[in-house]
């Protein structure tokens, strides 16, 4: 049985402006399987967004994806009620036609940072993931809102069958966070994109969301792919985690491993600047963002992108070559000249 359900090989997505062209995404690789969490996790302009929007095929102009595959793996039940995978290689559909958009909602779903991002202010939560079920399902609109507010409930939506019928702007964040949730789960994908979903909550709120997409992974068995620039949180949910840099992939792990033996310079960086328990309230000042910038997109540095800031940096090295992606040990990958295959 293929276990795979998506492939995403050698993808470059760029954006073309007056300024230059940025690469945003620039030769990544990964994989998911089916029921899996894959954490994707770098700082804020790495390419984690970008990444997503180009899975799903949505990135804004002027951004295209310029090289690379992505395949995803959707299970199809056969007449005699048995299971065949189809490979649909969606970097080669149209991003408008009818085919993405149905795979759109019934085989990937997101859910971004900002709720407001994919209501409208204008209807009832409920009219709007009554909606979403409408259309990729065949049922009356009073199945349809019957299936709403079981989905509200699902989500941990107090009083659903009031609830139903409130505006986004009636409900706290946490609460439209739910919503979006419901409506991203309405149809239940295969495939959970969640964009730093919890970013705009406080943190008891974030608590709760992350706690209940854990247990809807577990109940609907489906994947997920956690974006985050959080690494407590990929600690949290994620079986595998990337890890990005300027549009590159520079370390793939299991969590335990990314966490106990990170092998990328800046992987440790990343792991220095998360605050531990029982920290000193000094030492938690001194927990250092990581040393300079991101550097500006339009201007990658040679070598190894991440070398300016780099404290393992060989000079001479570093700063002329760019390293390959290797397999360091089975299952875990880095891009850093220090490790051999
Ligand atoms: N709409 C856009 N127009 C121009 N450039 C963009 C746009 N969206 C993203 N980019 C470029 O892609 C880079 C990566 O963005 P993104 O994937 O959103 O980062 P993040 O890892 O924070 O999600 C940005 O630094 C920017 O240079
Ligand atoms: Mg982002």
Same mark, same amino acid.
């Given at each position: 049985m293929d276990n795979t359900l998506l492939e995403v090989k050698n993808l470059k997505t760029y954006f073309f402006l007056d300024e230059g062209t940025a690469r945003a995404v620039d030769g990544v690789d990964f994989e998911i399987k089916r029921g899996q969490t894959l954490g994707i996790v770098g700082e804020s302009g790495c390419g984690k967004s970008v990444t997503a929007r180009s899975v799903l095929r949505i990135v804004p102009k002027p951004g295209r994806i310029v090289e690379g595959e992505i395949t995803l793996h959707r299970l199809v039940a056969k007449q005699d009620g048995s299971k065949m995978t189809d490979l649909i290689r969606l970097t080669e559909v149209d991003p408008m036609g009818s085919l993405m958009r149905g795979l759109r909602g019934s085989e990937m779903a997101l859910v971004p940072q900002e709720p407001m991002a994919s209501l409208s202010p204008v209807h009832t939560i409920g009219d709007q993931i009554g909606e979403a079920i409408?259309? !990729?399902?065949?049922?009356?609109?009073?199945?349809? /809102?019957?299936?709403?507010?079981?989905?509200?409930?699902?989500?941990?939506?107090?009083?659903?069958?009031? /609830?139903?019928?409130? %505006?986004? %702007?009636?409900?706290?964040?946490?609460? /439209?966070?739910?919503?979006?949730?419901?409506?991203?789960?309405?149809? !239940?994908?295969?495939?959970?994109?969640?964009?730093?979903?919890?970013?705009?909550l406080d943190v008891t709120t974030e608590a709760q969301i992350l706690k209940l997409m854990r247990s809807l992974q577990q109940e609907l068995g489906m994947a997920i792919m956690y974006i985050t620039h959080n690494l407590g949180v990929v600690a949290q949910m994620t079986e595998r985690v990337i890890v990005m840099y300027m549009g590159k992939v520079v370390e793939e792990a299991n969590v335990d491993t990314i966490f106990h033996n990170p092998l990328h310079p800046y992987t440790s960086a990343l792991l220095r600047s998360i605050p531990r328990l029982g920290m000193k309230a000094r030492e938690r000042q001194r927990l250092a963002s990581i040393r300079g910038t991101v550097p500006d997109p339009y201007a990658i540095p040679k070598g190894c992108s991440f070398h300016p800031r780099c404290d393992k940096k060989i000079r001479g090295v570093c700063d002329q070559q760019e390293p390959t992606y290797i397999e360091v040990e089975p299952g875990h990958k880095a891009r850093c000249v220090l490790y051999k295959q």
């Amino acid at each position: 049985m293929d276990n795979t359900l998506l492939e995403v090989k050698n993808l470059k997505t760029y954006f073309f402006l007056d300024e230059g062209t940025a690469r945003a995404v620039d030769g990544v690789d990964f994989e998911i399987k089916r029921g899996q969490t894959l954490g994707i996790v770098g700082e804020s302009g790495c390419g984690k967004s970008v990444t997503a929007r180009s899975v799903l095929r949505i990135v804004p102009k002027p951004g295209r994806i310029v090289e690379g595959e992505i395949t995803l793996h959707r299970l199809v039940a056969k007449q005699d009620g048995s299971k065949m995978t189809d490979l649909i290689r969606l970097t080669e559909v149209d991003p408008m036609g009818s085919l993405m958009r149905g795979l759109r909602g019934s085989e990937m779903a997101l859910v971004p940072q900002e709720p407001m991002a994919s209501l409208s202010p204008v209807h009832t939560i409920g009219d709007q993931i009554g909606e979403a079920i409408r259309l !990729h399902q065949k049922v009356s609109k009073a199945e349809a /809102r019957a299936k709403t507010i079981q989905m509200l409930e699902l989500v941990g939506f107090p009083r659903p069958k009031q /609830r139903v019928d409130a %505006y986004p %702007y009636q409900l706290s964040g946490g609460l /439209r966070q739910r919503a979006v949730i419901a409506m991203a789960l309405s149809c !239940h994908p295969s495939l959970l994109i969640a964009d730093e979903p919890t970013t705009a909550l406080d943190v008891t709120t974030e608590a709760q969301i992350l706690k209940l997409m854990r247990s809807l992974q577990q109940e609907l068995g489906m994947a997920i792919m956690y974006i985050t620039h959080n690494l407590g949180v990929v600690a949290q949910m994620t079986e595998r985690v990337i890890v990005m840099y300027m549009g590159k992939v520079v370390e793939e792990a299991n969590v335990d491993t990314i966490f106990h033996n990170p092998l990328h310079p800046y992987t440790s960086a990343l792991l220095r600047s998360i605050p531990r328990l029982g920290m000193k309230a000094r030492e938690r000042q001194r927990l250092a963002s990581i040393r300079g910038t991101v550097p500006d997109p339009y201007a990658i540095p040679k070598g190894c992108s991440f070398h300016p800031r780099c404290d393992k940096k060989i000079r001479g090295v570093c700063d002329q070559q760019e390293p390959t992606y290797i397999e360091v040990e089975p299952g875990h990958k880095a891009r850093c000249v220090l490790y051999k295959q």
